[in-house]
């Protein structure tokens, strides 16, 4: 899981080339890599890849500030569909 | 006590009645009545604010160069007061779930929006501070519509504002405005990240949400800004609402609210589906022709020629330019309205 939210991340929603390779314990929100528009690009991604719907009361930065509490936030909602 | 500090004071006791006491009687008189003497305040204020006056004529020529006499600049300027002055006209017409103020205004192209909201994915209005652009989408609720506006309420982020005004602005402006809208607005802050999944959350739910695009970015945003043509120069706006529109497939339509000659009447004109295909700069620019097009034929609509600070952050003026100082007054609140005990006092964040 950790590699593909990394890979779509890096792929899509970093503009400064200069964060990359992108570490899992990186802060998403205090590099910039994270705004509001790419925080629901990345909503999107996750809803679409993973089959969950993330509600208005789960948008919040602790659960977006790296790509393990994002993680941390997936595994902790069932079902998650890997792969 | 100072001459100034008693003009300020003076001022202060002016907008407080105004607002509390003037505007809601001038709205339950006849339209014709009240909205005239509205606009006779507005002339007062014009005659009188010699500061704010020098600092718009300066704004119009700075930004609309020679399209405008200078006859025709005068007369903005004065439209500008006069449609300050009705906008809180407007707001107390929103009582009674903003009927009396409803049977003013003409929405056209409802059509538009329905069609939009039939396919199920919601509408993105985007508009501009224009008129008085918050009655308009409380109208748009008052109509039947659910609303939801991402847009700062001014007068909480205006700097060095006291508690007792903020209070102030909420019970006269904030209040009846927010009443007719489905949401809270959602209000885009340095750190809030939250903002564009809430309205992309209220799109889902096939609702309207309404966006102002003619906004100075945050500081923390400009990476993210573009360059536009905007008023025969250039604008850096954000993007995000067609940035919004490409991440949940909401048509984006424009929607400004013109007023009329006679100043009582208003016509809410939602265009039909702006196309968003191609790159998003190029297809903002679509959106932000539309508002300059409104803004060059009816520039005393917009309220951010009161503003020589934000002019500079859109990047339509040069900062240093030969503006009076006092120019350097903003939009502030509501609509034009200087902080009560702070003329001046930009409402942005330095």
């Known amino acids: 899981m950790e590699t593909i939210i990394n890979d779509y991340i890096s792929r899509e929603l970093v503009q400064d080339a200069a964060l990359l390779p992108l570490s899992d314990d990186t802060s998403l929100l205090d590099s910039g890599i994270l705004d509001s528009l790419s925080l629901l690009q990345l909503v999107v991604f996750l809803e679409e890849r993973f089959g969950i719907t993330v509600g208005d009361t789960d948008l919040l930065p602790q659960n977006f500030a790296s790509v393990q509490t994002i993680c941390a936030y997936l595994r902790a909602r069932e079902p998650v569909a890997h792969g | ?350």
Not at chain 2, 56 to 69: F, H, I, M, P, W
Not at chain 2, 82 to 110: F, N
């Open chain 2, 1 to 350: 006590m100072g001459k100034g500090r008693l003009a300020r004071l003076l001022r202060i006791a002016e907008r407080v009645t105004y607002w509390t006491i003037a505007a809601p009687v001038l709205a339950l008189l006849p339209a014709a009545i009240g909205y005239r003497v509205a606009c006779w305040r507005g002339d007062w204020l014009f005659r009188s604010e010699a500061a704010k006056r020098a600092a718009l004529a300066s704004n119009v020529r700075l930004v609309l160069g020679d399209e405008l006499s200078p006859g025709a600049g005068q007369a903005t300027v004065r439209d500008w007061f006069r449609l300050t002055s009705c906008e809180a006209v407007d707001v107390m017409r929103l009582r009674r779930k903003g009927q009396p103020l409803l049977r003013l205004v003409e929405i056209r192209g409802r059509e538009h929006l329905e069609a939009a909201l039939a396919a199920g994915k919601g509408a993105l209005l985007c508009s501009a501070h224009f008129g008085s652009f918050d009655c308009g989408f409380s109208m748009l609720g008052a109509s039947g519509f659910k609303v939801t506006t991402i847009g700062r309420w001014q007068h909480k982020y205006t700097v060095g504002m006291s508690g007792t005004e903020r209070r102030f602005w909420d019970r006269v402006y904030t209040a009846p405005l927010q009443r007719l809208r489905h949401r809270p607005n959602i209000e885009p802050w340095a750190g809030r990240i939250e903002v564009a999944a809430q309205a992309a959350s209220a799109l889902r739910a096939n609702e309207v949400v309404t966006v102002s695009i003619d906004v100075p970015p945050l500081d923390g945003d400009r990476a993210r800004a573009v360059k536009v043509p905007f008023l025969g120069g250039s604008a850096t706006l954000l993007p995000g609402v067609v940035t919004l529109a490409k991440l949940t497939g909401a048509p984006v339509l424009m929607c400004l609210l013109h007023r009329s000659p006679d100043y009582r009447h208003q016509v809410l004109q939602i265009s039909e589906p702006v196309p968003v295909d191609g790159g998003t700069a190029t297809a903002f620019g679509r959106c932000a022709a539309e508002v300059s097009a409104a803004i060059a034929k009816s520039p005393a609509h917009w309220q951010y020629l009161a503003s020589t600070a934000d002019l500079a952050d859109l990047g339509l003026i040069s900062r240093g330019t030969d503006a009076p100082a006092a120019s350097s007054s903003t939009i502030s609140t509501p609509n034009g309205l200087q902080p009560l005990s702070a003329p001046g006092r930009p409402w942005r964040p330095a």
